[in-house]
C-alpha cells in the first residue's frame, strides 16, 4: 500500500477542523449568574449559551470520523497482510499507540466536556443566597482535548505515512501488477524420473 496524498489531506482537515472547534468550545463554555426570583425572595442561577456542547460534540464526531478512516485504510494494524520487518515496523506500532491514546483521551475530555456543559443545575436559594451553586465546567477540559486533538493528528499521520511505507518495504508495485517467471521445476522432475 502506497501514501495517498487525499487521505493524508482528509486525515489532516478533520483534525485540524475538531481543533478548531475544540478551541471554539473553551471560549464559548457556559457561564452562570445567581439572580433574584421577581416573583418571591428566591434567587436560582441563569446560564449562558450551549453553543460550546454543540462544538464540543462535533469535534467529538469529527475526530472519531477520522480515526475511523485511518484505521479503516491500514487495516488498524491488526488484520490485513504483515508489515516488512524492522525499524518502520517498530515506528508504526509506536505511532499506532500513541496515535489510540491521543485520540482516546482527546475524545474523553471532548465528550466529557460537552455533557457537563450542557448540564444546568436546578437548585434555588431561599432569601437571596449569595453562595448559591451554579455548575458550570471547569476552565481547561475543552483545551486539553484540542491539544490532545493536535496530538491524535500527528500520531495519526505519522502511524499512517509509516505504516504504508512499512507495508510495502518502501517499494511501489509496478502498475502493471507482478511479472511472472518461469521455473524449470518440471524439467527437473521429468529428468530425474
Known amino acids: 500500500m502506497g501514501v495517498s496524498i487525499p487521505v493524508l489531506v482528509i486525515v489532516f482537515a478533520l483534525h485540524l477542523i475538531a481543533f478548531v472547534l475544540a478551541v471554539g468550545a473553551e471560549r464559548r463554555r457556559s457561564t452562570a449568574k445567581v439572580v433574584p426570583d421577581k416573583y418571591d425572595e428566591r434567587t436560582y442561577c441563569v446560564y449562558g449559551t450551549d453553543a460550546s456542547t454543540v462544538y464540543g460534540l462535533a469535534a467529538f464526531g469529527l475526530l472519531l470520523i477520522s480515526q475511523t478512516l485511518v484505521n479503516g485504510v ?10 516488512m520487518g524492522g525499524s518502520s515496523t517498530t515506528c508504526a506500532i509506536f505511532f ?9 483521551g482527546a475524545e474523553a475530555c471532548l465528550l466529557a466536556g460537552s455533557a457537563r456543559n450542557a448540564y444546568h443545575t436546578k437548585y434555588r436559594g431561599v432569601f437571596l443566597a449569595d453562595h448559591l451553586s451554579c455548575a458550570t465546567l471547569r476552565k481547561g477540559v475543552f483545551a486539553a482535548g484540542a ?26 508495485k509496478h502498475q502493471n501488477g507482478l511479472g ?4 524449470n521445476y518440471t524439467e527437473s522432475i521429468e529428468g530425474k524420473g
Open 180 to 183: 511472472m517467471a518461469t521455473s
Open 147 to 172: 491539544a490532545l486533538t493536535l496530538l491524535s493528528m500527528i500520531g495519526s499521520i505519522f502511524y499512517y505515512w509509516i505504516h504504508s511505507k512499512a507495508d510495502t518495504g518502501g517499494w511501489q
Open 96 to 104: 499506532f499507540v500513541f496515535s489510540w491514546v491521543s485520540f482516546l
Open 74 to 83: 491500514t487495516k488498524c494494524l491488526c488484520f490485513g497482510r504483515g508489515m
